[in-house]
């Protein structure tokens, strides 16, 4: 029978996209082979680049190992390129990397993992025994708690097939997890300027199928650790969005609520009649239009709607305009549509509501981040849909933001996390602006 990893199916997906979207072939599993040095090193030598996994009571943790082991060598790898990482389930599947170059030491049926500039052990795994030591300092850092009286659970190896580009890999994976959740922790800290409103309203406005359903929908599932589609997506001439909706997020499953809420608006059609009414549009800006309020294309909500909210208070309103546009459409925008739009503008500029652009279906996303993963490298910033954009609308670059939602994959990705995050952070600091000038007035 074939062996396979303690990870669930799930697990071994996530760790397979936070290791860089590489796949995983369990060379070795000390339940299964033995818990023996000589073993594991006859199943892993020569592999190339290799990642082994502890499970002590409720922890994962490991070392990833870019360089290969020598052929039945004693001291199994040079000083190399490595990092240390834990796995946290709790909420999202998460990844915490320290940065090491260790090399391996396979001594009296143990493995430690030196860190040869310290000339310290910062990981010994005793297979005799199975007990396992690690440097303080390391566990602080992966936030594990290794009680040295519990014996491991178990130890399996993986070889780690399909790396991109190995030069910059460590540095590439241990950076974005690492941006990816200091970004995260940055958005969950995020409070509107001088606490004006408790939660800030973001309204998503574009033509039809240009993503804004699937932008919540991807937004709520960074949140929710895993992927969600509350909202109604798919393709079609009109708009699937009927309803207007005000959405709320709670950062996790039973977590607080947090500050922002996104407000999901049906497509415009470059049409008169179809879509949504431009009407419509200053009552949602003021907050006079409810949640799940039912569109009428063709006939705008007036005040005498029953459920029209007559005296909205600054917490009601909108607070950012999110200009959704599929990326790949921006070149080939029918005058019709710009003159909509123009005609949207002119009505959100009227309620001095902040403005930003949301460029979805960026299928270059490794692409993006891979100079840097704060900003758009400058060929993408000279890509014409940009620059088009920024000439439409009038906004600036820094104002355009470019994200890859969640649309069929079936796993959450580091990379397309950070777009994600990083547009709800510019959104935030266009809010704050626009609550800054609010309270000069
Ligand atoms: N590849 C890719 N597909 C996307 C992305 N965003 C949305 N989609 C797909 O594009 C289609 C339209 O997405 P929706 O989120 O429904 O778009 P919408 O703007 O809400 O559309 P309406 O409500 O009809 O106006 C769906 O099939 C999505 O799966 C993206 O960033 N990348
Ligand atoms: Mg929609």
């Not at 409070?191 to 993503?211: Q, T």
């Not at 909500?301 to 546009?325: E, G, N």
């Not at 080939?332 to 710009?338: E, G, H, I, R, T």
């Not at 739009?341 to 009227?350: H, R, S, Y």
């Amino acid at each position: 029978m074939a062996v396979t990893t303690t990870l669930t199916w799930n697990e071994e997906r996530s760790f397979q996209k936070l290791l860089g979207n590489v796949s995983l072939r369990l060379l070795y599993k000390s339940s299964v082979h033995g818990e023996n040095t000589v073993e594991m090193q006859n199943r892993c030598h020569c592999q190339g680049p290799i990642v082994t996994v502890i499970y002590h009571s409720h922890n994962i943790f490991g070392i990833f190992m870019l360089g290969h082991s020598s052929e039945k060598s004693k001291s199994f790898i040079e000083p190399n390129d490595s990092f240390f990482f834990s796995l946290q389930k709790n909420e999202t599947m998460e990844m915490k990397t320290v940065v090491l170059n260790s090399t391996v030491t396979i001594s009296y049926n143990t493995l430690e993992f030196n860190i040869s500039s310290y000339d310290k052990q910062y990981l010994v795994l005793n297979f005799s025994t199975k007990c396992i030591c690690i440097a303080r300092v390391l566990e602080q850092e992966l936030r594990v708690k290794c009680n040295p009286m519990f014996p491991r659970l178990e130890c399996e190896v993986f070889r780690v097939e399909g790396i991109k580009d190995e030069a910059g890999y460590i540095n590439r994976i241990t950076r974005a997890t690492q941006h990816r959740n200091s970004l995260l922790a940055d958005v969950r800290a995020y409070s509107p300027y001088a606490d004006l409103v408790s939660e800030i309203h973001i309204l998503l406005l574009g033509p039809v199928g240009s993503g804004k359903s699937s932008f919540f929908n991807s937004v709520k599932s960074i949140f929710q650790g895993h992927l969600t589609r509350q909202a109604i997506v798919g393709s079609d001439v009109t708009s699937i969005t009927e309803q207007y909706r005000i959405y709320s997020i709670k950062d996790g499953k039973n977590g607080q609520s947090l500050p922002f809420m996104l407000c999901d608006s049906m497509g415009l059609d470059e049409k008169e009649g179809v879509g949504l009414c431009v009407d419509d549009i200053p009552h949602i800006l003021k907050g006079c239009v409810p949640d799940r309020y039912e569109f009428s294309p063709q006939k705008p909500i007036t005040p005498k709607h029953p459920t029209f909210i007559t005296s909205p208070s600054l917490k009601d309103r909108i607070h950012c305009v999110a200009y959704v546009f599929d990326i790949n459409s921006m070149d080939n925008l029918s005058p019709k549509m710009m003159a909509k739009l123009k005609q949207i503008q002119k009505e959100v500029i009227n309620c001095g509501v902040a403005q930003v652009a949301l460029l979805t279906k960026v299928n270059n996303c490794n692409e993006v981040l891979q100079d840097n993963f704060l900003k758009m490298n400058k060929a993408m910033v000279s890509q014409s849909q940009i620059q088009n954009v920024s000439k439409i609308l009038g906004i600036p670059l820094s104002r355009i933001l470019v994200v890859e939602n969640y649309a069929s994959e079936r796993e959450m990705d580091p990379l397309k996390d950070i777009l994600i995050l990083s547009a709800l952070k510019q959104m935030f600091r266009a809010v704050d602006d626009f609550l800054e000038d609010l309270l000069l007035e």
